[in-house]
Every structure is written in C-alpha cells, then in structure tokens.
C-alpha cells in the first residue's frame, strides 16, 4: 500500500511541477512583455486574484467535502447515488457562484477604491472594468473544483493536476500573437478563456466515466445536509489562506507597481510549494479517510508522518536554496525585457521573506487534511482565524518599519504558528508522530544546513569569478552552485539514512 501511494504521489507531482513550470514561463511571459511599471499590468494582476481568492475559498471547501462524502457512497451505496449527490452539489454550487459573481460586478467600483488605483480616474476606470471582465470566471472554478473532486475519488489525479496547462499555454499563446495590439486588455480575456479551459477539459473524463448530471436541489437528502453542515466550518479554515492573499495584494496595492512583483513572487514560491504539497494530500486524503474510518490509529499516524517526512525532505533544501540563490534564480528567469535590475532585487527580498514560512505552508496543508480526514473540521477553522488574524497584525505592524516587506514576512510566521497549533492539537488528538518523523526532520534539517553552507561558499566565489558575463554568465553562477548543492544533499541523505531516499534506492535496486 505504502508502494502504491508512492508511486501515485510520485506521478502526481511531476505533473503538479510540470504544470506550475508552465505557469511561471506565462508568468513571466507578460512580465518581461509588459514590463512591472505597466500600471494596466499590475490592475490585471490584482483583479485576476479577487475571484481567484474568492472561490478558492468556496472550491477548496467544496473539495475537502466532496471526496470523502462521494467516495463513501460509491462504495456503501453505489453509483447511482454518488452521482445523484454529485448532481446536487453541482446544482447548489452553480447558483451560489451565479449570487456571488453578481455580487462582486455590483461590488467592482468599490473595491478598487482600497488600492492606490483610485488615485487616477483612469486607472479606477479600468481597474472597474477588470473586476467585471474577471468575476464570472467563479462559474468555472466551481465546476473544476468538483470535477476534481469526483475523478480524485475514482483514482484519477493526473488530470486534475494538469489543469492550469491550457490556461497558461491560451496566455502565452495571446502574448505571442496579439499582446502588441490588445495589449493588457486582451490579456485579461485570454486569462478568462484560459481558466474556463481548466473546467471544459475535465468534463469528457467524467463523462467516459458513466456520470452523468441534472439539476436537482434536494435538501432533504441526508448526504446533500450533511455537506452543507460540513462545509461552513471547512470554509473557514481554507478561508484563511486566501483571505491572507487578498490582503497581502490590496495592502502591497498600495505600495506602487508591487502587486505584480508581489503576484509573481506568489507564483513562483507559494503556488509550487502547495502544488507539491496538494500532490500529496490529494493522494494521501482518501487513504486517511480510510485509515481513520477502520480506527487504524498506527496506520493514519504512520501514513501521516511517512507523509509529512516526504514533503520536508523536498521544502527543506528548497528553503536554503532559495534563500542563498534567490538573486541569481530570477536573474535567470527573470532578467529579460521590460523587467529591470530594481525589479529583481525588490523581487528577492520579497522571495527571501517568503521562503522562510515554505515548510510550514506545505506541512500546514497536510494537517489540515489530517483533521478533515477525522471529519473534524473546527481545529482547521480555529487554526485559520489563528493564521489570518497573526497575518493581519503583523503585516499592519511590520509594514511600518520594512514597507511592502513586511507582508511577505508576516505571512511567512503566520503560518509557521499555523501550523504549530495544528501540530499541538493533533499531538492531544493521537499522540505524537513517533522519533522517526523527528528524526527524519533533524537528518533533512541538517543535510540542508551543510548543504548551504556548501553552496554560499561556491555562490561567492562564482560571484567573484564571473562578475557579469551575459546570460552564460548567470546561467554557470545558478547552476553550478545549484547542481553542487543538491548533490551534497542527497549525499547527505543517503549517508544519513533518511527513509524517504534510502527506499526509494532499495525499492529502484529491486
């Protein structure tokens, strides 16, 4: 079983990094295009986030509800009434995003009004008409979170993992082609063609798996309340995150030409750490469902901490090595166009900030599931108001003496006491996670220390030796110390016999 699940993560992550590849070339796509000082650009990047934000709120929810609740009745209950409560969630759920785009078109000349884009009247204009161009895009994300849903329960992850390729190919391909004559304005309905993509293409694998779907609102079916109850408290769990983001944009809003240094940075960083980190709950959520439902208590904690142990020994060196070779990074990737040296530079001071809080915003969404998992869904809601109201006060407190930097930062310990609550509440809930999962955690720990004390070294002495050589130049003061460091840290590893390596060896020696 532990092989099987391996195995399933192990695919779905190369798709899920594959995927986020793709959407950090779109990224930076429009950025070296458009250039960071386009003020249109940073509109667009604030107003492709509010529906972002708002229904990811929704749709994670809806999600983490979905799978156990459709899973249990294809296996108690049968096709038919999975598919008749898939129908009614599908039915709610397109009525209350109908309520909610309406409600954000009514609201989009108020919101912008909170940014320093109402400083200009055209400016406030246009960021108005993006809002409105952007907020029925909610209609889609509905759709893709609960097609997700249903094709995770049946064993299919690869294509959920794969949704955001159409959204960012249709955006490259526009800048391509057209991102000279429509400029940032064609730009936003490519992006709205892009994610009605990521939902129109989920349809025909849930269709070829027999399920079909109509209208039906049944509030009385018991399955149909006991998703409604659910789902309030899981909203305001997952709330926080995206909460956390919104407020993190409109207050870097006001901070001139930020949101869109600050929008990249998200992708690049948070984005890809919660695609590994989703690419493990996605398969590890089912089976704790399983494990917990069966009061398999050392199975769920075994699979749990094998879980949390696997993620970490991915974010830890990730978190050195950002840290370290933040500057040379987006130089490389970066570096070209319209973005300038002043960009690159703000961008990896905000990355720095960031890269501080990557293990705890993986590990957090691992613990979330683990709750979710019991059906119990208050500790996440009460570790979300933990996170969104540490986020608040110390983004207000720190923005006075580090500027735009103090957001970055905030969210980083925001999440790191996030995540301790919920480590310190499943501890009284099942005990400790074992010597193995701390041990495992000081042997990664300390591999990642050597490691970057490794590549510092090397990164300044490449530094000294090629002070500016082109973009061959940049390309060996990346790589090299980049290539060093992971080799000394698997070294380290294996030495160290840290489990997530040594099996993988054995099991590929077999």
Not at 192 to 210: E, S
Not at 233 to 243: E, F, M, T
Not at 332 to 354: F, H, K, P, R
């Amino acid at each position: 079983m532990k092989k099987s699940l391996s195995k399933a993560i192990g695919s779905v992550m190369v798709v899920m990094i594959l995927s986020r590849l793709l959407a950090l070339v779109s990224n930076q796509t429009y950025i070296s295009f458009y250039g960071t000082e386009n003020t249109e650009l940073n509109i667009y990047s604030y107003a492709i986030a509010i529906p972002n934000v708002i229904f990811n709120c929704f749709g994670t929810a809806l999600s983490t509800v979905v799978i156990p609740i459709f899973a249990g009745l294809l296996a108690t209950k049968g096709k038919n009434a999975a598919e008749r409560f898939a129908s009614g969630i599908l039915t709610v759920s397109m009525l209350l995003i109908t309520l909610l785009a309406g409600v954000g078109m009514l609201l989009s000349s108020v919101i912008p009004k909170f940014t320093e884009f109402a400083d200009t009247e055209s400016s406030y204009q246009y960021a108005v008409m993006a809002i409105r161009i952007m907020m029925p895009v909610m209609f889609f994300y509905g759709i893709n979170y609960i097609f997700q849903g249903i094709l995770q329960s049946i064993g299919q992850f690869r294509l959920p993992a794969a949704v955001s390729i159409p959204s960012s190919l249709t955006v490259m391909l526009y800048v391509f082609l057209w991102g000279d004559r429509f400029g940032v304005t064609g730009l936003l309905i490519a992006t709205f063609i892009g994610l009605a993509l990521q939902a129109i293409i989920l349809i025909p694998p849930v269709l070829k798996a027999g399920y079909r779907f109509r209208f039906l609102l049944d509030f009385k079916d018991e399955s149909m309340r006991r998703a409604l109850k659910m789902t309030l408290p899981v909203l305001i769990g997952v709330s926080a995150y995206q909460l956390n983001m919104f407020f993190n944009i409109t207050m870097m809003a006001n901070f001139e030409n930020r949101v869109t240094l600050l929008s990249f940075v998200q992708n690049l960083v948070l984005y890809s750490v919660l695609a590994i980190a989703y690419s493990v709950t996605a398969v590890i959520y089912p089976e704790l469902s399983r494990l917990h439902a069966e009061e398999d208590k050392e199975g769920y904690k075994k699979t749990l901490s094998s879980s949390i142990s696997d993620l970490c020994f991915l974010l830890l060196p990730a978190t050195v090595g950002l840290i370290l070779m933040r500057e040379p990074f987006l130089a490389v990737i970066s570096g070209y166009g319209q973005v300038t040296e002043g960009d690159i530079a703000v961008a990896g001071t905000i990355l720095l900030m960031y890269s501080i809080g990557l293990c705890a915003i993986g590990v957090k969404e691992i613990l979330d599931r683990a709750f979710y998992a019991m059906q119990n869904t208050k500790i996440p809601a009460i570790a979300g108001f933990v996170v969104m109201g540490t986020n608040v006060v110390l983004s207000l407190s720190l923005i006075r003496f580090m500027n735009e930097y103090g957001i970055p930062l905030a969210y980083s310990i925001s999440s790191l006491v996030g995540t301790g609550f919920l480590y310190l509440m499943l501890r009284r809930k099942y005990g400790g996670m074992g010597n193995g999962l701390k041990t495992n955690l000081l042997k990664c720990t300390v591999s990642a220390l050597v490691m970057g004390v490794c590549v510092f070294f090397l990164r300044n002495g490449m530094n000294a030796l090629l002070p500016d050589g082109g973009l061959i130049g940049k390309l060996v003061r990346l790589f090299v110390p980049t290539l060093v460091g992971i080799v000394v840290y698997f070294a380290l590893t294996i030495l160290l016999r840290v489990p997530t390596i040594t099996e993988k060896l054995k099991r590929g020696a077999k």
